[in-house]
């Protein structure tokens, strides 16, 4: 989970300490983070984020994990040299292996289907009623189908704008509504809509969604035509969702 930052100083009992801060988008997940439980950061990378709520006061156990030792020991060598090393407890593993328990469980920088496979291979999250922050690099409609058919409830939705429009979800176990073939894309309307940069990242995925059904559409190809009708469908929702009523030529 890599994220730019630079430090500042904090004064804590007339020894300096450095003060880490977070690039926008891991700032963004931090702070939906409860200031009160244990928090697993699973493909911690640097290790940012579980230091970052270990300096700004937060109650609890804090776990980091990492899949390769090359990151986690990069996670490790931050903890040091901002003092937390006994602060926060390191795991070799494949996302929650080494866990059986989290109150809240950080899923960022990797794409929907991989965050699933994690979640569906620790049943504990949803058997303990975990928060989730899920933040998807790619294939979030993906994720955001799994999580229904999974007995998973989206409880916010997020945008945050640090270069590209990442997208930043809270998750517990329950019963969702069904999702339109644009919401899939961008979230439930109800959530995201009053976000700034909807409008942004609804034009983004219009734009995207004309060019793939402009180039099935010239393909020729009997075998794209199922993908033509979907990708059509698709794009109508998502112009439904921008212009309101039946969709456009805009």
């Known amino acids: 989970m890599c994220g730019k930052y630079w ?5 804590l009992g007339g020894i300096f300490l450095q003060l880490l801060k977070l690039s926008l988008r891991l700032e ?3 702070r939906l983070i409860p ?4 928090v697993a950061d699973v493909g911690t990378d640097h290790g940012y984020i579980p230091v970052w709520l270990a300096q700004n006061g937060h109650e609890g156990a804090l776990f980091a994990t990492d899949i390769n030792s090359e990151p986690l020991s990069h996670a490790k060598h931050t903890a040091v040299e901002y003092g937390l090393s006994d602060r926060i407890e390191f795991h070799l593993c494949n996302g929650l292996a080494a ?13 929907g289907e991989n965050i699933a496979d994690i979640i569906l291979a620790a049943p504990w999250v949803k058997e303990k009623n975990c928060l989730l922050v899920l933040q998807p690099m790619s294939k979030s409609a993906y994720l955001r189908a799994w999580l229904f058919e999974n007995g998973f409830e989206v409880l916010s939705e997020q945008l945050v704008q640090d270069g590209n429009i990442y997208e930043i979800l809270t998750v517990r176990a329950g019963k969702d509504e ?9 979230g439930h309307a109800r959530l995201i809509s009053n ?26 190809r009997a075998e794209d035509a199922e993908r033509l009708t979907r ?3 698709v794009l109508n929702s998502l112009q439904e969702l921008k212009y309101g009523g039946a969709p456009t030529e805009k």
């Open 35 to 38: 200031s009160v439980g244990s």
């Open 195 to 220: 976000s700034l940069l909807f409008e942004k990242r609804l034009r983004q995925l219009i734009s995207k969604t004309k060019r793939t059904v402009e180039g099935l559409s010239s393909s020729g």
């Open 28 to 30: 963004a997940i931090a």
């Open 7 to 11: 430090s500042g100083i904090l004064l």
């Open 178 to 186: 069904p999702y339109s073939p644009s919401e899939l894309l961008i």
């Open 231 to 233: 990708a059509q469908e």
């Open 99 to 111: 866990l059986d328990g989290s109150d809240t469980v950080i899923i960022a920088g990797m794409g």
